[in-house]
């Protein structure tokens, strides 16, 4: 519904409007998405924290479950990911969407490779006898709670907690990966950004961010301690 | 047949060729995801009306055959007969059913979507597209919830709380299927109020028209505002909750199983959370309508138009730290109980100032009792006296005797049928007009008011003295126990009252469907109100104005010395006032 | 039927009651300001012709009266109820000297466990009986509340008394009652399809009583 005429500025705030924030609606809306985000991913890291430090018996040791190695690699990637889309940020906002195109192909390709590593390391998980329910009969990670290196107690929680929130964390990269692909085909690859106008590279730039945020609190908690 | 679109005297901000599809169907003009809200909404409070009826006749004629329930399964109903089981079905559904899909859609999905551009003057919401998933999200979980009650170990049956385990297990409800829709649903619901939020947001802080400064907007986009915020914040949390009862349900996990080391507070604490956050978002609304029909009814400007801004906004502040409150009998640390009493108490607070705001307001106005105002002033009396009976709650001593009593029934009833639904009657009288153009009946308004005032207080104030007798909430048999014997006459009473209640409410219904063809045709000011939305053609165009109006001054300047007439529009520019500092760019 | 609230069958029966009068007297206040005003403004300012209304924005001073007015008695409030709160629930409540019972709920009967002859829970003369609550008058009485499957809630309303009972967790809940006689126990949050037949009979004896039923039971259960 917009009447633009050719001289609307789209990265200040709509004319005519009242002084609001000077923010333009797409990265206010993204802003304000972020802030729901922020309490979902606290319902279920919340829950993490309550369900460990409140149980009465112990908690499994890092390292024993969870590959640190692989997903710290995983976790480097992402943080690249984070910068190539900064790049990518940085190269439209000084006119240059050819290297914006590059960089923001580089930050999808890390975004995928991190989901598929996650998608692996869940294959693997599951096939050791790590699953959501906790640990599966007779599997591997069973023989490690019968001899005591793992508590059983705990072990239901854990792979409670462990696959909810990497889950849906895993489930906001993918649907990130998503936009940025469709992004990249519908508007950066035909030539639609320009250093007039990159509202959708700053706006999935801030998801992408938040998403990286994230994977760093969950990596720390999760894996680490 | 066209309701919104070309029949504006007005040209048009553009040439409307949308397809019937596009306009009516898959649209993304706020109106008519509004009125698409309104219809559907008011199919739902219809079916948690009759849900409400078969509770009432199980409690009043315990065992008895139902009139009309032959047509009910073996499984719910056996020649008739409720059975235990399909009776804590209708519990759960009717909270359900009117929280989630009547009173919150109501208030916010049809009233923000309808009210939010027109008062702030601007053609539509920031995101358009948003807002129409916004709205077929929310009917894709109200289609969920509806196939719920028809799978083949029937609905959900943990209350509208849903507290775990008895919701999380199967072998402890006797629930399944039905059980796994309710969370389906809701995640549905929580997307559809986070994506309605976003563009509330956002359109209020960034898309107001010139002059409409922050202490210029009516009550009622400030009470949708912080609502949609109240609403971005707690939602998540109700769907984290329902994601994490849901995987218990279904692929073994144990958050909410104390067997397996899960916690059955854990549920609580996240349920409750969203919870008390979620009935200010069914009050706010509510509220700011009232504000503003109040002030239109009295020809005065609201009495203390910035403490009532801050009224709403402390109650929102406020709203996160009291969600303890439903939980003093928990079984958590008492210390908590303390902490939560106080921020309680404190909470009454706000919400005494407004209601005597409301009284100051009338008070030496000039009162036109037209059916809007009749509801609001109705939404006063009966909001004051449901607030009231929350301090008993809030005195923990007390809430001891009477959690989990009728007595909380009665306040609930108070505060979301007295307070939301009268406010929403009024609400749907007042913006028909701007709406579908047309006004609905004025005498069978009066009469349907009456009738709901005088039937409504019959049905819900003994509960509060079966409350204190020690009835229990939820109860399929009140009979069972012999000190609850002697109250049955009462339930029996209450029972009739409800019947006559939800009868009343076809004459509500008749008048709506009815004046949309054949109502009296609407003029553009039919109220005489103040509102950006009144300067617009009734119904309202799409592209709502070709150039955005400047506003001028706050919303109530009712009975101004300024002018002759009693009210004086935001948009009526007078050889006096000054543009604002940012004049229209032509063209939008 | 009464209009107001049972009989007052425990020490603190007195208190709540006299909590819940008080905060009558204070909404009532509040009610009659409200309602009769409403109702006066909607007589007395109704449109007329040739009227006018009053053209003002507001008033200060009223609003600082009516903000300052009920936060000070809810403040007052507060701190009455805390005390009451406290000393019922408090986590240093329970009296010292007060007689265990163990109640199990569990969809849908509670099996009350007494202590036996040597007055202690936990050992080899406990004995359980279901839907029955037994205790002596005059002396304080600790309920350790268990569940077996889901959240059910300990509630006899003529002790004023209620605490739920959450699988996982142990909640003593104490209360000591003042008046012989026989009453009810309802479980108070929904459980299941049985949650409406979760009833169980309290018999409130005078110590004597209440030694020769102890005996009696005792003998039964151990058959």
């Not at chain 2, 994601?243 to 609580?268: E, V, Y």
């Not at chain 2, 607030?387 to 609930?412: C, E, K, N, R």
Request: net charge neutral; proline share 6%.
């Amino acid at each position: 519904m917009t009447h633009a005429a050719a001289t609307v500025d789209q990265m200040r705030p709509p004319y005519p409007a009242e002084r609001g924030l000077d923010v333009y609606n797409t990265k206010l809306g993204m802003w304000v998405f972020l802030a729901s985000e922020v309490m979902f991913f606290a319902a279920l890291i919340g829950t993490y924290v309550i369900l460990r430090f409140g149980a009465t018996g112990e908690w499994a040791k890092p390292g024993i479950v969870l590959n640190i190695k692989i997903t710290a690699f995983n976790t480097f990637l992402l943080i690249c990911s984070s910068v190539s889309m900064v790049k990518a940020y940085a190269a439209i906002q000084d006119g240059d969407p050819k290297k914006m195109r590059f960089w923001l192909l580089m930050t999808i390709l890390g975004g995928a490779t991190f989901v598929g590593i996650q998608v692996f390391e869940y294959m693997h998980l599951v096939e050791h006898g790590f699953t959501p329910a906790g640990v599966r009969e007779g599997s591997e990670l069973a023989g490690l709670v019968a001899n005591g290196t793992l508590p059983a107690a705990t072990m239901g929680l854990y792979g409670s907690t462990f696959f909810t929130m990497t889950g849906f964390h895993g489930f906001h990269v993918t649907c990130g990966v998503i936009s940025m692909a469709y992004l990249y085909v519908t508007k950066a690859l035909p030539g639609k950004y320009s250093q007039q106008d990159y509202r959708g590279i700053e706006t999935v730039g801030l998801y992408w961010h938040f998403v990286d945020l994230v994977w760093i609190i969950l990596f720390t908690i999760v894996y680490l301690i | 047949m066209t309701t919104v679109a070309a029949t504006a005297h007005t040209a048009h901000a553009h040439h409307d060729d949308r397809s019937f599809i596009r306009k009516y169907i898959f649209s993304t003009d706020h109106k008519i995801i509004g009125i698409q809200f309104l219809f559907v909404s008011l199919f739902f409070l219809l079916i948690g009306g009759l849900l409400a009826m078969q509770m009432r006749w199980q409690l009043a004629y315990p065992g008895q055959p139902m009139p009309g329930g032959g047509i009910l399964p073996e499984t719910m109903a056996p020649g008739g007969v409720i059975l235990p089981e399909y009776y804590i079905q209708l519990v759960t559904m009717h909270g359900t059913f009117m929280v989630f899909f009547a009173i919150m859609p109501l208030l916010v999905g049809v009233y923000a979507n309808f009210l939010i551009p027109l008062k702030i003057g601007t053609h539509d919401m920031a995101f358009p597209r948003i807002n129409m998933w916004s709205f077929w999200s929310f009917f894709v979980g109200g289609l969920v919830m509806l196939a719920s009650l028809f799978v083949p170990d029937g609905a959900a049956r943990a209350g509208w709380t849903m507290y775990a385990p008895l919701s999380a297990r199967h072998d402890f409800s006797g629930a399944s299927l039905g059980q796994e829709l309710w969370s389906v649903s809701i995640i549905f619901v929580g997307l559809s109020s986070i994506l309605g939020s976003l563009n509330y947001i956002t359109t209020i802080i960034n898309n107001r028209a010139p002059g409409m400064t922050w202490f210029r907007l009516p009550l009622s986009v400030w009470s949708l505002f912080i609502t949609a915020i109240l609403g971005l914040l707690a939602l998540p949390v109700l769907s984290g909750a329902a994601i994490m009862l849901l995987f218990d349900q279904i692929i073994g996990t144990h958050f909410f199983d104390p067997a397996a080391g899960g916690q059955a507070l854990l549920w609580q604490h996240l349920f409750w959370f969203f919870g008390h956050p979620e009935v200010y978002i069914l009050i706010l609304p509510a509220m700011g309508m009232v504000s503003d029909i109040i002030a239109n009814g009295s020809r005065k400007p609201i009495f203390g138009y910035h403490s009532m801004v801050f009224a709403i906004v402390a109650i929102a502040f406020l709203g996160w730290i009291v969600w303890g409150h439903h939980m003093f009998m928990s079984g958590m640390n008492p210390t908590l109980g303390s902490s939560f009493m106080v921020s309680t108490l404190v909470i009454a607070v706000p919400s005494a100032v407004k209601v005597f705001n409301w009284m100051g307001t009338m008070w030496r106005g000039n009162i036109r009792f037209h059916v809007p105002m009749l509801h609001a002033v109705a939404f006063v009396a009966m909001f004051a006296i449901g607030g009231l009976s929350g301090i008993y709650m809030a005195a923990t001593p007390v809430d001891m005797f009477i959690h989990d009593t009728y007595f909380i029934v009665a306040h609930l009833h108070y505060v979301l049928f007295g307070g939301s639904l009268f406010a929403l009657f009024g609400a749907i009288v007042y913006w028909y007009p701007k709406m579908f153009g047309r006004m609905m009946s004025e005498p069978w308004g009066k009469v349907h008011f009456w009738l709901t005032f005088i039937f409504y207080n019959c049905t819900f104030f003994p509960m509060h003295i079966l409350g204190m007798a020690g009835h229990m909430r939820r109860i399929y048999d009140p009979t069972q126990y012999t000190f609850l014997q002697p109250y049955q006459p009462m339930n029996v009473f209450i029972s009739i009252s409800a019947f006559l209640l939800f009868a009343t409410q076809l004459i509500f219904f008749v008048n709506f469907w009815w004046s949309l063809r054949k109502g009296a045709r609407a003029e553009q000011n039919p109220w005489h109100d103040n509102g950006l939305e009144w300067s617009l053609p009734s119904p309202a165009p799409h592209g709502n104005w070709e150039q955005v109006p400047t506003v001028y001054r706050g919303p109530y300047e009712f009975s101004s010395p300024q002018v002759a007439e009693d009210y004086l529009p935001q948009y009526k520019k007078l050889p006096t006032d000054r543009e604002p500092a940012r004049a229209p760019v032509a063209g939008h | 039927m009464h209009w107001w609230l049972p009989l007052k069958g425990s020490t603190f029966a007195g208190e709540v009651d006299g909590l819940f009068l008080a905060i009558t007297i204070i909404t009532g206040i509040a009610f009659v300001v409200v309602e009769v005003g409403l109702i006066w403004f909607v007589v007395k300012y109704r449109q007329r012709p040739g009227r006018k209304a009053f053209y003002t924005h507001g008033n200060t001073r009223a609003e600082v009266i009516w903000t300052t007015i009920p936060a000070v008695t809810m403040v007052a409030l507060g701190l009455i109820s805390n005390h009451y709160w406290v000393k019922i629930k408090g986590r240093h409540s329970v009296p010292a000297n007060a007689y265990p019972i163990a109640i199990h709920a569990k969809q849908f009967e509670w099996q009350v466990t007494y202590p036996g002859a040597d007055g202690q829970l936990g050992t080899s003369d406990d004995f359980t009986v279901r839907n029955q609550l037994h205790v002596p008058v005059g002396r304080p009485v600790v309920v350790h509340l268990s569940a077996e499957d889901v959240i059910h809630s300990f509630f006899v309303p003529v002790f004023r008394v209620k605490q739920d009972a959450v699988p996982g967790m142990q909640i003593n809940s104490w209360f000591q009652a003042t008046v012989p006689g026989n009453y009810e126990l309802a479980c108070a949050e929904l459980c299941g399809l049985g949650h409406y037949r979760m009833r169980a009979q309290v018999f409130v004896h005078t110590q004597e009583d209440y030694d020769a039923w102890l005996k009696q039971a005792a003998q039964e259960a151990a058959q």
